[in-house]
């Protein structure tokens, strides 16, 4: 009851409800432009959340990221160019409706579908974090560093591409995270008589750079020009025999989503194939998937709005973001000095309660708030694309430069950018590079910490069950990763024509 009492005063002390649905207009707006995604939409607005309450920062994080997994089902169904990464599995038979003259009945069920599953996500959020939360009051130095090496292994094994360019960019991001002063000792690095690196490269800076500016240029270099929607649409919500038969379908989708949610490295677009290959198996018409079936919209959209919640386990109970998205709310986090873990919970009570009331404003604001949106969205989507790039350039700039009014980080995020487009163009991933960049400074001061309490003996390490037992677990991940490279080599080798 005391924690209901906090969430009722924060709504009606706090601007949190205006936040929550700015936050979620601005999300299903960032999801409904084609090539942004749903981390560069974050990415977008961080900047922007540098001067907030900590707790209004937060929120808005977390409502766009609500918002932007149900915006991107928008072009997806309108013109089979789903808006982000994991509303691809929506476009096989939300278009499929589309062109036998249902888009609004496809929008309605992506609608409907994601309140489903963010609801089911948020409520796992609420039950899972805190106590797994506690797990983290028996950690060490030595445990610390051990969850920032697991962090930055998970992802390594589950990125796709080359083991190698995964680690390379981990490598990169660690690199970047020792430039400015030791965490330990105080003395400067790399900063190379900058006195703008003397604090290091904030992980905001990269973030917005290798995902945002990044894409612009490579967008920039597409001469494509997108579908244009012809029709007038109307969204029209499921009734309630629709609602019944969707059930099932959005069952398996939040299900699915929790799993992947939980485990780092999942994300949402792996909960969505996931959740329509299931949906597919245990339906009563699985001959209408793939030409316009209602339940092969629900279930992958009810899959990745669950993600959207159930991903924030893992990264506010021990500080491993499962997914771009997550990453970029631990860079929010820490920007207002917020380290995740059971200390979130007992000094900074008011952040979560308002994080999880913010979030279910957002939820329950999703049907009303996309009625009305929609037609802003399709007008957006109709837009020329150079117009869409110019107006995202326009924010990437203003919003970096509100937070130290120099133009130095402006120059730090283009340059960040041009770097990504090459990791792009040469297949290097980001998240590994983002995730060395925002546990660098986890593994490093945590490992130094372990030294000197010890006495610079490594058998620290090995005293501690718990790292002992991470440490095993990030071996697992790297060496699956190594596996599944040499399987893939030679199902490659195998497919290749003999000469």
């Known amino acids: 009851m005391d924690d209901l009492s906090r969430a009722l005063t924060l709504l009606v002390t706090t601007p949190l409800i205006p ?6 207009v601005w999300g299903i707006i960032g999801g409904a432009l084609p090539g942004i995604s749903a981390s560069i939409t974050l990415a977008l607005i961080l900047p922007f959340t540098y001067t907030m309450d900590p707790t209004n920062a937060i929120v808005l994080l977390a409502a766009t990221y609500i918002g932007a ?6 072009p997806a169904i309108l013109i089979k160019t789903p808006g982000t990464n994991s509303a691809a599995a929506t476009v096989i038979d939300g278009y499929e409706m589309n062109k036998q003259g249902k888009a609004g009945e496809a929008l309605g069920i992506s609608l409907w579908s994601g309140v489903i599953g963010s609801l089911f996500g948020l409520l796992m959020l609420v039950l899972l974090t805190e106590p797994l939360a506690e797990v983290a009051l028996l ?69 917005v750079g290798l995902f945002a500016v990044s894409e612009l240029l490579q967008q920039s270099g597409d001469p494509g020009v997108l579908e244009k929607l012809k029709q007038t649409v109307r969204l029209v919500l499921p009734d309630f025999a629709m ?21 780092p490295g999942g994300g949402g677009s792996i909960a969505a194939f996931l959740s329509y290959s299931e949906s597919r198996r245990w339906s009563k018409k699985p001959e209408e998937f793939g030409k316009g079936s209602p339940e092969g919209i629900a279930a992958p959209e009810a899959a990745n709005n669950t993600v959207a919640s159930t991903s924030l386990i893992p990264l506010l109970s021990f500080g491993i973001p499962g997914s771009n998205s997550a990453a970029v709310l631990l860079g929010g986090l820490l920007i207002h000095g917020l380290m995740p873990g059971p200390r979130l919970f007992e000094q900074n009570a008011d952040v979560v309660i308002g994080l999880y009331t913010g979030s279910l404003v957002a939820t329950l604001s999703q049907i009303l708030v996309g009625v009305l949106i929609l037609p802003l969205c399709i007008w957006l989507v109709n837009r020329p694309r150079p117009y869409l790039a110019g107006f995202v350039f ?42 060395g960049v925002v546990l660098g400074p986890l593994v490093e001061s ?4 372990s030294l000197m309490l010890s006495g610079g003996e490594h058998d620290i390490f090995l005293e501690d069950p718990i790292a002992v037992g ?27 024509p003999t000469s």
């Open 19 to 24: 936040i929550s649905l700015l936050g979620l």
């Open 69 to 74: 997994e149900y915006g991107g089902s928008i």
């Open 139 to 207: 950690f060490k130095p030595t445990s610390y560093f051990a969850v920032g090496i697991l962090g930055l292994s998970i992802i390594a094994s589950l990125a796709s591409g080359s083991l190698l360019k995964v680690l390379a960019a981990a490598i990169v991001g660690l690199m970047v995270a020792t430039i400015g002063s030791d965490p330990i000792a105080g003395v400067s690095r790399f900063a190379f008589g900058v006195p703008e690196l003397l604090s290091g490269v904030k992980p905001i800076m990269i973030m």
């Open 243 to 263: 609602m019944r038969r969707l059930f099932k379908p959005q069952m398996i989708g939040s299900a699915v989503g929790t799993v992947e949610g939980l485990l």
């Open 394 to 435: 326009l924010l990437v700039i203003s919003g970096i430069y509100t937070i130290n009014s120099t133009m130095f980080d402006v120059g730090v995020v283009l340059f960040a950018g041009f770097v990504g487009y090459l990791m792009r163009i040469c297949g290097f991933p980001f998240l590994p590079a983002v995730l």
């Open 446 to 449: 945590n490992y130094r910490r």
């Open 470 to 496: 991470l440490l095993i677990a990030s071996a697992l991940f790297i060496v699956f990763g190594v596996w599944r490279d040499w399987r893939d080599s030679r199902k490659a080798a195998a497919a290749s």
